[in-house]
């Protein structure tokens, strides 16, 4: 897939790049936050079309899928009092923005030409987390 580190990351921060810009194109905004925690999770505040992403995040790899993911919250119009009005419908957004999530990364690879011999090359290049992998295997 990648011969160095350095390609690993600039390819990593292509896809970051277009997101951004993703967001920047349909009004959301996107913050980076380094928050004390690693584990601290990354936010979407619909309320003021914005999401706040931890910079800080225990794997590196996976902030592509979680600026997707928080997209998805925003792109949805998921609100926060709908977020927490059960947890039945909390996990349904949850599964919406992970879905949205792999919308947006394939249509990444649609628009680069980027192909994948398997899902699982695509799950691990984005660094989709390995408890959504269900998604994958629902496209099959």
Known sequence: ??????QKVEARNEVIKWLMNYALDHQFGITFSYK???????????????????????NIDEIPFIIGHELGHLMLGHKRKEFD???????????????????????YCDLHEIYFYDKYTFAHAFGIPKDCYYLLEEQA
């Open 1 to 6: 897939m990648y011969q160095t580190l350095e």
């Open 85 to 107: 009005e059960s947890p039945t419908k909390r996990i349904l957004m949850e599964r919406a923005a992970n879905e949205y999530s792999l919308y947006l990364l394939t249509e």
């Open 36 to 58: 004390a925690n690693d584990d601290d999770p990354s936010e979407a505040f619909p309320e003021y079309s914005s999401a706040v992403i931890n910079a800080n995040w225990k």
